[in-house]
């Protein structure tokens, strides 16, 4: 078996290697169902084998260790300028293995990749502790202070949604802090992770620093299980999330987690509605829905909600679905047909619950995983369609008469990742946005995330945060030191 395009392998210790039993598994292209590649499956053996080899490059006196910080940062650095050279290669790569359109992935996915690994460049050089006097000491007896150390080897794991911007947030920032890494894509996306591997490479970062491995859920298991892993940094769903804080339990290791969401957006009728309407159907249907911070749940004022929907309606129905690779798509196909077949159940739920089917909810062509971008009003918050994550474009209305009846809503809503609110009255604006339960509020905008800001969520939604200079806190230790100086 060759490294190729059509048969890859894994990163493990600065070597392209198949599984030690030499399992292997396919990616497919959703839009055309037929097969893009082959990879590795990683099991126990070739876990253990990537963990090593992220020790070996952690150990005290290894060349990542010893690296001074500034030349750390700028291998970081190139890796973003890399990803940039190479931005139409990884977006083609991307559309094709997860079904989005090549367009978006060229100007969302790769350059916002590329900046994350160039504003994390930055902190390398950056991360320091404090002198703390002693509180209960004379001044002058001891001199102490806190130093900022690597975590050691992190585990990260990855959804299929953003695989290659999924990545760049957890490996930028883990790089930044000087820990090793052992990534594991997600089984229906691996390829732009694996290509991100020869960059990495050619960036200059010393073998066994940054290992990716593929596989399955059961390859995610046993990486979280091995018990020299220090640290696991997970993005997924919720319940996946809560089987690795369980697995974690038993060397204590470090979690964070970027989890699930079902993210309320509140159109007031003061808005400017024209760009409330194209923004709350960007916030759902861009990336076919399959965003974590996707605004799917939508509350209209009352008095403007019929003039909403149709506008919505109208949106929806404008929105061309097709193969990814086609410069004039929107919407590609949904990521896999077992997850088509999820989202469809959904929509077979609303319907038998009661809700109106105000567009879409049905599959487009015959070939591949395509869905018609999808509405439904008349719901209730205990719908499934209302309470569940859905993870596809599917939208759901409900009208509301105050901010209070929202609030009492969302007090069920296990998650808190995403808000939003659409006004042009600024205290309303600011007091929707302290009312909601959530780690991001987009006021008269939706999507906009960046590298600089924290990005992560409350409740259910996850522990810690991404981005920013809040996730070096997810990837350092804190040590105290404390001289007595005798006097
Ligand atoms: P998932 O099933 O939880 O999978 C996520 C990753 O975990 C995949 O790499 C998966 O491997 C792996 N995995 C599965 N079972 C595991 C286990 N027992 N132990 C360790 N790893 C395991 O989620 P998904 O369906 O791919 O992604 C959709 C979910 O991700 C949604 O809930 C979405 O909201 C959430 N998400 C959250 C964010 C955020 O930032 N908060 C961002 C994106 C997505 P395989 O896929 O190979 O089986
Ligand atoms: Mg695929």
Request: hydrophobic share 40%; net charge negative.
């Given at each position: 078996?060759?490294?190729?395009?059509?048969?890859?392998?894994?990163?493990?210790?600065?070597?392209?290697?198949?599984?030690?039993?030499?399992?292997?598994?396919?990616?497919?292209?959703?839009?055309?169902?037929?097969?893009?590649?082959?990879?590795?499956?990683?099991?126990?053996?070739?876990?253990?084998?990537?963990?090593?080899?992220?020790?070996?490059?952690?150990?005290?006196?290894?060349?990542?260790?010893?690296?001074?910080?500034?030349?750390?940062?700028?291998?970081?650095?190139k890796i973003g300028d890399l990803i940039l050279e190479h931005r139409d290669e990884l977006a083609l790569l991307e559309s094709k293995?997860?079904?989005k359109p090549v367009s978006f992935a060229g100007f969302a996915d790769v350059p916002m990749a590329a900046d994350t690994f160039h504003?994390?460049?930055?902190?390398?050089?950056?991360?320091?502790?404090?002198?703390?006097?002693?509180?209960?000491?004379?001044?002058?007896?001891?001199?102490?202070?806190?130093?900022?150390?690597?975590?050691?080897?992190?585990?990260?794991?990855?959804?299929?949604?953003y695989p290659l911007l999924?990545a760049a947030?957890?490996?930028?920032?883990?790089?930044?802090?000087?820990?090793?890494?052992?990534?594991?894509?997600?089984?229906?996306?691996?390829l732009t992770?694996?290509r991100l591997?020869e960059l990495?490479?050619e960036?200059?970062?010393?073998?066994?620093?940054?290992?990716?491995?593929?596989?399955?859920?059961?390859?995610?298991?046993?990486?979280?299980?091995?018990?020299?892993?220090?640290?696991?940094?997970?993005?997924?769903?919720?319940?996946?999330?809560?089987?690795?804080?369980?697995?974690?339990?038993?060397?204590?290791?470090?979690?964070?987690?970027?989890?699930?969401?079902?993210?309320?957006?509140?159109?007031?009728?003061?808005?400017?509605?024209?760009?409330?309407?194209?923004?709350?159907?960007?916030?759902?249907?861009?990336?076919?829905?399959?965003?974590?911070?996707?605004?799917?749940?939508?509350?209209?004022?009352?008095?403007?909600?019929?003039?909403?929907?149709?506008?919505?309606?109208?949106?929806?129905?404008?929105?061309?679905?097709?193969?990814g690779t086609?410069p004039?798509?929107?919407?590609?196909?949904?990521?896999?047909?077992?997850?088509?077949?999820?989202?469809?159940?959904?929509?077979?739920?609303?319907?038998?619950?009661?809700?109106?089917?105000?567009?879409?909810?049905?599959?487009?062509?015959?070939?591949?995983?395509?869905?018609?971008?999808?509405?439904?009003?008349?719901?209730?918050?205990?719908?499934?369609?209302?309470?569940?994550?859905?993870?596809?474009?599917?939208?759901?209305?409900?009208?509301?008469?105050?901010?209070?009846?929202?609030?009492?809503?969302?007090?069920?809503?296990?998650?808190?990742?995403?808000?939003?609110?659409?006004?042009?009255?600024?205290?309303?604006?600011?007091?929707?946005?302290?009312?909601?339960?959530?780690?991001?509020?987009?006021?008269?905008?939706?999507?906009?995330?960046?590298?600089?800001?924290?990005?992560?969520?409350?409740?259910?939604?996850?522990?810690?945060?991404?981005?920013?200079?809040?996730?070096?806190?997810?990837?350092?230790?804190?040590?105290?030191?404390?001289?007595?100086?005798?006097?």
């Open positions: 078996m060759t490294n190729s395009p059509e048969e890859r392998r894994m990163l493990i210790g600065g070597q392209w290697v198949e599984a030690a039993d030499g399992a292997t598994f396919e990616t497919v292209d959703p839009a055309t169902e037929k097969v893009l590649a082959t990879v590795p499956w990683a099991r126990g053996a070739d876990v253990d084998r990537a963990v090593r080899a992220a020790r070996e490059a952690f150990e005290p006196g290894s060349a990542w260790r010893k690296m001074p910080p500034s030349a750390r940062g700028r291998i970081i650095h293995d997860n079904g504003y994390m460049s930055g902190w390398a050089t950056k991360i320091e502790g404090n002198t703390i006097p002693m509180s209960s000491a004379s001044p002058g007896r001891f001199l102490s202070f806190t130093q900022r150390e690597p975590l050691g080897v992190v585990a990260q794991i990855v959804p299929w949604n999924m947030w957890k490996l930028a920032p883990a790089l930044a802090a000087g820990c090793t890494i052992v990534l594991k894509p997600a089984e229906q996306t691996p992770a694996l591997g990495i490479q960036a200059g970062v010393p073998d066994g620093v940054v290992n990716i491995i593929t596989g399955d859920g059961s390859t995610g298991a046993a990486l979280v299980a091995h018990p020299d892993v220090n640290k696991v940094a997970f993005t997924g769903s919720t319940e996946v999330g809560k089987e690795i804080i369980r697995a974690s339990a038993d060397n204590v290791k470090k979690v964070t987690l970027e989890l699930g969401g079902k993210s309320p957006n509140v159109v007031y009728a003061d808005a400017d509605l024209e760009k409330a309407i194209a923004k709350s159907a960007e916030a759902i249907f861009f990336n076919q829905g399959e965003t974590c911070f996707a605004g799917s749940r939508l509350y209209v004022e009352r008095s403007v909600h019929d003039e909403v929907v149709a506008g919505l309606k109208a949106a929806a129905e404008q929105i061309t679905v097709g193969a086609e004039t798509t929107v919407m590609g196909p949904l990521v896999s047909a077992e997850h088509f077949d999820r989202v469809m159940e959904y929509v077979e739920s609303g319907v038998a619950e009661g809700a109106t089917l105000c567009t879409g909810g049905r599959r487009v062509g015959d070939k591949g995983y395509f869905m018609a971008p999808t509405i439904f009003t008349d719901t209730k918050p205990h719908m499934r369609i209302v309470a569940e994550e859905i993870f596809g474009p599917v939208l759901v209305v409900l009208p509301f008469d105050s901010l209070d009846e929202i609030v009492a809503i969302e007090k069920d809503n296990p998650y808190g990742l995403a808000a939003g609110v659409f006004t042009r009255d600024i205290d309303k604006a600011f007091h929707t946005a302290s009312a909601m339960q959530a780690g991001t509020v987009f006021v008269n905008t939706w999507n906009t995330v960046d590298a600089a800001l924290p990005f992560g969520g409350y409740k259910q939604s996850g522990w810690g945060r991404e981005l920013g200079h809040a996730v070096l806190e997810n990837y350092l230790e804190t040590k105290s030191i404390i001289a007595e100086l005798g006097r």
